[in-house]
C-alpha cells in the first residue's frame, strides 16, 4: 500500500501551486470574476502551453503526459485552494474522460483540442425536473439520416459562456426517467438553432440555460455508452470535485486558523477560548477525512462499476456533509466579519455551499449508497 | 394550566386578521417571502399604515403610545402578522431605543423622539459594534469628550444596520477612559446629519447592502442628548439587550418560513413524486417543524412567566441561539430543496436584463438568503455568547 504521489505528479502539483500562487490572489480572481467574460483567457493559455498541465490526465498517444485520475485529483486540489473558475472540471475531467474512455478516432479527433487549450467543454446534463438523476432527461436526440436533430432545455451548465463543444445528454428514445436510450454527444457549441442564457452564479462562476431547437448534429458525434458511460464520467467528475472541496475546505480550515489566533476580544485571541479550539479541530478532522474519502474514492474509479459507485457515493455524501460543516463554521468563527464580500473566506464558503450540491447532494449519495450496498444485502 | 385562546382572544385575531387583510399594501404582498430585498419606503409604508391605526408598537406602555395588549394578544398579533408575510419592522426605533428612552429618558427627550418614532419620522440604528470591539463590547473605543454643552465625538462603528437610510443613531462612547470597562461609557443620541459623519457600505455575501462602517470625526452632541447619566450608559445597553425578548425567538416568521419550504418541495419535482414525498426531505422538514414547538412553547412558558412579573431574564439565550439556528436551518432546506437552480445570480444580471429570473421563482433568493443568514447566530450577541450567558448566569458555572 502506498499513498503518496509519484515524483512526477508531485512536480506537476507543484507546478500548478506556484503557477497559481503568481497568478490567482484572491483580489485577482474577484477583478476576473468582474470582467464581461468572467475569467482571463490567458490562465487557461498559459495552463495548455507554458505549463504543459492539461495534458496531464491524457494518454501519451493524445499528446499526454501520461496521467488519469490521480493527476486530475491533484491538480483539482490545487484549483480549489484558489477557488479557481477554470473549466479544468468541464472540459479535461468530463469531456476528457468522455473521450478517453469510447477512444479511437473520436479521442484522437479532440483530445489534442483539450490539451493544447483550444477546446474548452461545457457538461450539459441538467434539465429543470431532474434533480440528481442522470436519466431524468428530456431533452432529445431524433436519428434523422446520418445525424441527430436535438431539441430540449438544459439547466445551470457551467462553463457553458466559455465553451467551444457541448457535451449533451440527449434521449434517443425511452421515456422520461429511462435509462435505456440516454446517450451522450459531443457537439459544437455554436450550432444553428443553440441558445443560451448566460448568467453569473453565487460562486463566482458563469453558466446558462442552453435551448436546442431542431439542432442538426452529425452523426460521429455520438460518444457511444449510453448511461454506463454517462455513470462512469459523472462519477468521475464527482471525485474530481470532492478533490477540489478538499482544498476548498483545507482554505476555510486555515483561513479560521489564522484569523481566531489574530483576533482579540476580552483581552486575548479568540483562539484561547476552548468552545473554538474544539470547532476547529472538527474542522480539521472534516478536511482530513475529506481528504481520505476521496483518495479511497479516487482509488475505486477503476472498479466495476457496481463497486466504483458505492465508494463514489460515500466519498460525496461524506464530503458534502464536511464541506457544510466546514464552510459554516468557517463564517461563524469569523463573526461579522465573515459574511462580508471584502475577505477571501466568504467565498470559499460560498464555493464549498455550491459543491455540496454539484452531482448530488449527501442525501442522494446516502440514497445511493444504500440502494447498492445495503437494501442489496438485505 | 390552559393553552386555549379565549373567546376574547379569538376576536381580537379575527379582527387582526381583517385589518391585515384589508389594510397591508398590495405591492408589498409576497416581498418578504421572495427574499427580495427591502427598501426604506417598503418598510415605511407598512410602519405609517399601523402607525395611523395605533398599533405600531404593541410591546410599549400605554402612556407612551402602546397598544395595552396582553401577552397573548401581541402573541396573536406576531403570528398574523408573520402568517401574512407582513414587512417586519424596523427593531432599532421600535424596540430598542424607544424603550430606553421611555424608561431612562428625561421629559424633554421623551417629548421629542417618542413621537417620531412612533410615526416613523426619524429613522434610528445602532452604533455599537466597532472593529475591535464586537463580542467584547465593552472595551469599545469610540470617544466622547465633554465641550461645553456638547460632546465631541472620535472614533469608528461598524455593523451599523442600515446607517445609509438613518435620521438618527444610538450610540456607545467612552466618556470616561481611566474607569473600569463597563463604568466609562454613555448612551447618546446622535443626528446622522451632524457634521463629522461619514457612512460607508458594507457588503454581505449575498450582495445585499445592510450593513455600514460608520465614521466619526469631532461629532458635536448636545449633551441633552445623553440618555441617563454620564458614565452609566452600560446600565441602558444592558437594559436593552435584555428587554427585547418577545420576538427574539422569531417563532411566527419560522412557522411562515417551514410552510414556505414545504410550498417548494411541492413543486420540486424528485422522480416521479413531489420532493416534499422524498423520506429524507420530508424527516428533515419534520424535524425542524418539531424544534420549532419546542421554541414556541419555551417562549410561551417565558412569556408567561414575564405575564406573572417576572423580568426578562438570561433564559433569553436559550430563545436567541434555538430561533437562530432554526432560521438558519429554514434557508438550509429551501437551498436544498431547489437543487441546481441555487446557482444563478440574480444580482449579476446584466442592467436592463428584465427577463424572468432563471428557474423557479421561489428558487432565486435561496443561496443568497442562505448566505446572509449566518449573520443570525452572530450579532445580537453570538451564540457562544449566550451560551456563555446561560453557563454563568443560569447554571452558575
Ligand atoms: C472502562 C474503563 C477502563 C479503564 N481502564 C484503565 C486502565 O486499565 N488503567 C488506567 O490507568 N486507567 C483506566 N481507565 C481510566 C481512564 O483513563 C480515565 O477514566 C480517564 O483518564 C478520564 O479520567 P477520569 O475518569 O478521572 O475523568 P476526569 O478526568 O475527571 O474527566 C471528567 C470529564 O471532564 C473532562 N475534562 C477533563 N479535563 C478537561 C479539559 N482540560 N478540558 C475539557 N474537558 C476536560 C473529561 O473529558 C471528562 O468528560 C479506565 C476508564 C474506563 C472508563
Ligand atoms: C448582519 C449584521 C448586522 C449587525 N448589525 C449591527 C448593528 O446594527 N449595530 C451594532 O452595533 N452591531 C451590529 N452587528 C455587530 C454584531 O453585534 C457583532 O458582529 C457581534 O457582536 C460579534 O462581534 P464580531 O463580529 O466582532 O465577532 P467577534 O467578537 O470577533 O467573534 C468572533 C468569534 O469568536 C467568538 N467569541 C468571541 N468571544 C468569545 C468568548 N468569550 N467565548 C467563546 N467564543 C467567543 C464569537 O462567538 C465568534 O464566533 C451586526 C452584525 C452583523 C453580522
Known sequence: MDFTYNETQGMIRDTLARFLADTYDFDTRQKMIATDAGRDPGIWNALANELGLLGAAFDEEHGGLGGGALENALLMEEFGKVIAIEPYLQTVVIGGGALKAVGGAQAAAHIPGIISGETIIAFAYAEPQGRYDLANIRTTAKADGSGYILNGHKGVVYCAPWATHLLVTARTGGSTRERNGVELFLIDANLPGITRRDYPTVDGNRASEVYFENVAIPGDALLAGGMDLIDRVVDEATVAVCAEATGVMAKLHEGTLDYSKQRQQFGQPIARFQVLQHRMVDMFMEVEQAKSMTTYATLHLDKPAHERMAAVSQCKAKVSRGAKFVGQNAIQTHGGIGITQELAIGHYFKRATLIEGQFGSADYHYDRFERLVIDEAA | ?397
Open chain 2, 1 to 397: 394550566m390552559d393553552m386555549e385562546f379565549t373567546v376574547e382572544d379569538l376576536a381580537f385575531r379575527d379582527e387582526v386578521r381583517a385589518f391585515i387583510a384589508e389594510n397591508y399594501p398590495q405591492e408589498l404582498r409576497g416581498k418578504q417571502d421572495e427574499g427580495d430585498e427591502l427598501g426604506k419606503e417598503d418598510f415605511l409604508a407598512w410602519h405609517r399604515i399601523l402607525h395611523k391605526k395605533g398599533w405600531v408598537a404593541p410591546a410599549w406602555p400605554v402612556e407612551y403610545g402602546g397598544t395595552g395588549w396582553s401577552p397573548t394578544q401581541r402573541y396573536i398579533w406576531s403570528e398574523e402578522t408573520a402568517r401574512a408575510d407582513c414587512i417586519r419592522l424596523m427593531p432599532f426605533g421600535l424596540s430598542m431605543v424607544g424603550p430606553v428612552i421611555y424608561t431612562f429618558g428625561t421629559p424633554e427627550q421623551k417629548a421629542k423622539f417618542l413621537p417620531r418614532i412612533l410615526s416613523g419620522e426619524d429613522w434610528w440604528c445602532q452604533g455599537y459594534s466597532e472593529p475591535g470591539s464586537g463580542s467584547d463590547l465593552a472595551s469599545l473605543r469610540t470617544k466622547a469628550v465633554r465641550d461645553g454643552d456638547h460632546y465631541v465625538v472620535n472614533g469608528q462603528k461598524t455593523w451599523t444596520t442600515m446607517a445609509q437610510h438613518a435620521d438618527w443613531g444610538f450610540f456607545l462612547v467612552r466618556t470616561d477612559s481611566d474607569a473600569k470597562q463597563q463604568e466609562g461609557i454613555s448612551f447618546l443620541l446622535v443626528d446622522m446629519k451632524t457634521p463629522g459623519i461619514t457612512v460607508r457600505p458594507i457588503i454581505t455575501l449575498g450582495g445585499e447592502h445592510e450593513v455600514n462602517e460608520v465614521w466619526l470625526e469631532d461629532v458635536r452632541v448636545p449633551v441633552e442628548n445623553r440618555v441617563y447619566e454620564e458614565n452609566k450608559g452600560w446600565t441602558c445597553a444592558k437594559f436593552l439587550l435584555a428587554h427585547e425578548r418577545t420576538g427574539i425567538a422569531g417563532v411566527a416568521a419560522s412557522k411562515r418560513g417551514i410552510e414556505r419550504i414545504k410550498d417548494i418541495a411541492r413543486s420540486e419535482q424528485d422522480g416521479d413524486r413531489p420532493l416534499l414525498a422524498n423520506p429524507f426531505f420530508k424527516r428533515k422538514v419534520a424535524e425542524l417543524q418539531t424544534d420549532l414547538t419546542a421554541l414556541e412553547f419555551t417562549e410561551l412558558r417565558s412569556l408567561a412567566g414575564e405575564a406573572a412579573g417576572r423580568g426578562p431574564g438570561p433564559e433569553s439565550s436559550l430563545l436567541k441561539i434555538k430561533g437562530s439556528e432554526i432560521q438558519q436551518r429554514i434557508t438550509e432546506l429551501a437551498l436544498e430543496a431547489v437543487g441546481h437552480y441555487g446557482a444563478p445570480y440574480f444580482r449579476g444580471f446584466g442592467e436592463g436584463d428584465n427577463e424572468h429570473p432563471i428557474g423557479p421563482d421561489y428558487a432565486h433568493r435561496t443561496a443568497p438568503s442562505y448566505f446572509n443568514m449566518r449573520k443570525t447566530t452572530i450579532y445580537g450577541g453570538s451564540n457562544e455568547i449566550q451560551h456563555n450567558i446561560i453557563a454563568k448566569m443560569v447554571l452558575g458555572l
